[in-house]
């Protein structure tokens, strides 16, 4: 770390978002030191002092907790580089602005640090009347003031520049014939080194032609600011995969490669173990080592290692004594001296100093909350009752599990519930489903190739198709069939992830397995209902089965022919799994935020099979004795609760009904109507008469509150506007909702029947709702129905919700 020359290599924590806690940059400390890398830049966006209040100097309190970072870094070899970005609201030509710049940086400098960066990037080209008065250009402004600061902090080796224009795709008009840049090249002191990101603010690939032509307009080799693994421009992807596409051999045009990774810290353990290995490769290595750096080889190398770290048992925000016994280990697995390491310096401090604005020590995540009644007793149901397998097959529909969903346990699948270990092939579907920002691991790659395929050759199992041949027919199931058992895959991940020892892990990840998890779901379920009950090319299919086919290694915006930043088309897998479903465009369907007490309960959503109407039927029938305060008032005809919220939809409209099920087994229902007029039209012809004969008004065998609902069934087909129907032809019925821990299966539960509505022709869709039920109109609202009638539908109060498909 002596020479000047140093190739600078390890991460920047120069992300939007909350900042790692000084537990996690500890941790990262010693991931660092581990893995061979030699340089950290603090730099987070959201750390108010860094840049919004950047004029301001830290307290007391906060110049310990920077001075033990700082610390705490050199203790490990590494360079601690502390950035500013003072460029939002700098008046440049603004002695008192300078002065306080310098105030800030002598007293970073005063606690220790020996490296320092100006970031000018992501602000605004415009400069006020006296900055345009006292400079000739932005570019002009910039460098007098960085080479006066670089002067003032006595020319420290290490001396970072952020240029505004810090990509190829930033420059006017390019890189080579940018004014901006060539001011930078040519009036910034020789020893101050350069930022770039690559052609892109994320750059699939450096190229050594590129950087030859930057190097000859800034007369300087750069260093790489590598947003390869930065996810903070999308809330729904993470960057698990292997540092890719950065040949080892750049090292020799580079002054240094800095890695902006990922939000979540705990998501960066592959990322920064596989940059370390490409920072090895080819330097210092023995005999009978591989020096050509791989990435597939170093992936599986960091998946070997971050198995162990996987399955400690450590509370969020790394809270753990843990981390002293992964310090003593990094040590006696590196080469570097450590006999300066305190173990207390790592422990991770349960007690500290909460600063409002300087967020060094930001708040972790919390720990392991306590749970709630319900999820406790859901846990506690886990490990009690028998597993349900949620694996169905696609074949024909009499191949349903038996009544009441419940079935024998699938070979080599377990229980959820409890705190296991993650195995090595959970931990590659993992890396696979979230892998890079231009690519696609193996497991997403296989998903959405077979999604797209079985979705093009539906018509091969519609429901009106004429003869088809059984070759074809059983290749689509069997395709179904590895379809299905991939999505179940994804729903066991989600309950291992849960289920984990690692709460630390849990929380960073959670949202992102969660969110998959939830799309996998609907998917899934959209899969089983094709087979025999989507319609043919007849109906208005087109509309979506010649959507965008997005699939194998590319991404969605790639396809398009779109020479595009990833942030284009947001997402990542579950993103173009969702845009292959009928209703992918209603982002409201499939975003929301995830629950505050993750249950590891796992689930499965499919279609509707006759063998389940005795487990639906008493499951309305509890419903309803728990409205009626347990009051036993149908012995004499048990089914008279369900035949009227349930029947009707059952008998005559199957195909649009979605069971909800988990380890025990039915636990909800929706159900829809396509069109209504002529569902209400059979229920006259055949439903109500069918009911009338059921429960005869014989004296006093029947009970006068079944007389009561027998007139209520008759009142429930009544007629509604023509101008209802006329914009929203179906409808959806939801008197068999769960009430979950996890609201958002019931509204992946509700998402898979207005993806089936949607597939078979339908534009829009209601569903009424009693004015008192705010819970219920209130999840309606959240999913973009809204109100668009009262006291005009089947009863006399009701609210009716709609929404177009």
């Not at 489903?433 to 093009?456: F, I, N, R, V």
């Not at 005869?696 to 009544?718: A, C, F, I, R, Y």
Request: hydrophobic residues 35%; charged residues 20%; aromatic residues 8%.
């Amino acid at each position: 770390m002596e020479g000047e020359t140093q190739f600078l290599c390890g991460v920047v924590e120069g992300f939007y978002g909350r900042p790692w806690s000084m537990d996690q940059r500890k941790v990262l400390f010693q991931w660092m030191q581990l893995w061979g890398l030699n340089t950290y830049l603090y730099g987070p966006k959201d750390d108010l002092k860094h840049r919004l209040l950047w004029r301001e100097v830290y307290s007391p309190e906060e110049e310990a907790q920077l001075r033990t970072l700082i610390v705490e870094a050199q203790s490990r070899g590494l360079r601690f580089v502390y950035a500013l970005s003072p460029g939002q609201d700098i008046v440049f030509s603004s002695s008192c602005d300078l002065t306080l710049l310098k105030r800030k940086l002598k007293q970073v400098s005063d606690l220790g640090c020996q490296a320092f960066a100006i970031l000018f990037d992501d602000i605004d080209h415009s400069m006020c009347q006296a900055d345009s008065e006292a400079f000739t250009s932005f570019a002009h402004a910039q460098v007098t003031v960085t080479n006066e600061i670089y002067r003032f902090l006595g020319e420290p080796p290490v001396f970072l520049f952020c240029p505004t224009e810090y990509c190829g795709s930033l420059c006017s008009p390019s890189v080579s014939k940018s004014p901006y840049l060539q001011t930078v090249g040519e009036d910034l002191l020789p020893n101050i080194t350069v930022i770039w990101t690559g052609s892109k603010v994320i750059s699939r690939k450096l190229s050594l032609d590129c950087l030859a032509e930057l190097e000859c307009v800034l007369q300087r080799p750069p260093l790489i600011w590598d947003n390869l693994h930065a996810n903070d421009y999308d809330t729904r992807r993470l960057f698990l995969g292997p540092f890719k596409g950065r040949d080892p051999q750049l090292k020799n045009h580079l002054r240094g490669l800095l890695l902006n990774p990922n939000c979540e810290f705990e998501a960066n353990y592959i990322p920064l173990h596989t940059l370390g290995s490409w920072f090895r490769a080819e330097k210092d290595y023995v005999k009978d080592e591989e020096c050509e750096y791989c990435p597939e080889r170093a992936l599986t190398a960091a998946l070997h290692d971050w198995m162990e770290e996987l399955n400690q048992p450590l509370q969020a925000g790394r809270q753990s004594t843990r981390a002293d016994h992964r310090a003593s280990v990094s040590s006696s697995r590196t080469k570097a001296s450590d006999s300066s390491d305190c173990p207390s310096t790592f422990r991770a401090t349960h007690a500290v100093a909460k600063l409002p604005v300087f967020p060094l020590n930001s708040s972790s995540p919390p720990s392991s909350p306590p749970m709630g009644k319900a999820e406790r007793e859901g846990r506690e149901g886990d490990k009690k009752r028998p597993h349900q397998s949620s694996q169905q097959l696609p074949g024909s529909r009499s191949g349903a599990p038996a009544g009441g969903g419940r079935a024998q346990r699938a070979p080599g699948r377990g229980l959820c519930g409890g705190k296991g270990l993650l195995s090595e092939a959970q931990v590659r579907l993992l890396v696979g489903l979230h892998y890079l920002p231009h690519e696609h691991g193996p497991s997403a790659q296989k998903l959405l190739q077979d999604l797209t395929w079985l979705k093009s050759n539906c018509h091969l199992v519609s429901a009106n198709s004429k003869k088809t041949q059984p070759q074809k027919v059983d290749e689509w199931r069997g395709r179904a069939s590895r379809f299905l058992s991939l999505c179940e895959d994804i729903a066991q991940l989600h309950c291992s992830v849960v289920g984990g020892a690692n709460r630390s892990v849990l929380y960073d990840l959670y949202p992102y397995v969660w969110d998959l998890r939830n799309t996998a779901l609907v998917a899934k379920a959209f899969i089983c209902w094709l087979d025999g009950r989507v319609l043919n090319d007849g109906s208005n299919l087109a509309s979506w089965r010649n959507c965008f086919h997005w699939c194998g290694k590319s991404t969605g915006a790639e396809l398009l022919g779109v020479d595009s930043e990833p942030w284009v088309f947001k997402g990542g897998v579950s993103g173009e799994v969702q845009m292959l479903l009928p209703i992918g465009s209603s982002g409201e369907l499939f975003s929301h935020p995830p629950p505050l007490f993750p249950t590891s309960r796992l689930y499965n959503i499919r279609p509707y099979h006759s063998k389940d109407k005795v487990e639906l039927y008493r499951m309305v029938r509890q419903l309803h004795l728990r409205t009626q305060g347990g009051q036993e008032s149908t012995v004499a005809h048990p089914d008279v609760i369900g035949d009227r919220c349930l029947g009707p939809c059952l008998a005559l409209s199957p195909e649009y009904s979605f069971i909800l099920e988990d380890e025990l087994g039915i636990c909800g229902c929706v159900l829809g109507i396509l069109d209504v007029r002529s569902f209400a039209k059979r229920c006259q012809a055949s439903w109500i008469p069918a009911m009338r004969d059921k429960y005869p008004p014989k004296g006093s065998s029947t009970h006068s509150n079944t007389q009561d609902l027998v007139k209520l069934m008759e009142e429930d087909q009544g007629e509604y506007p023509d101008s209802l129907l006329y914009h929203f032809p179906s409808q959806l019925r939801l008197d068999a909702l769960p009430e979950l821990v996890d609201v958002s299966v019931s509204r992946t539960l509700l998402t898979a029947l207005l993806t089936a509505l949607k597939a078979n022709g339908s534009q829009g869709v209601f569903c009424e709702v009693q004015p008192t039920d705010q819970q219920r109109l209130e999840f309606l609202t959240k999913l973009g129905f809204l109100e668009i009638l009262r006291g005009e539908a089947r009863s006399r109060e009701g609210v009716v919700l709609g929404r177009l498909l």
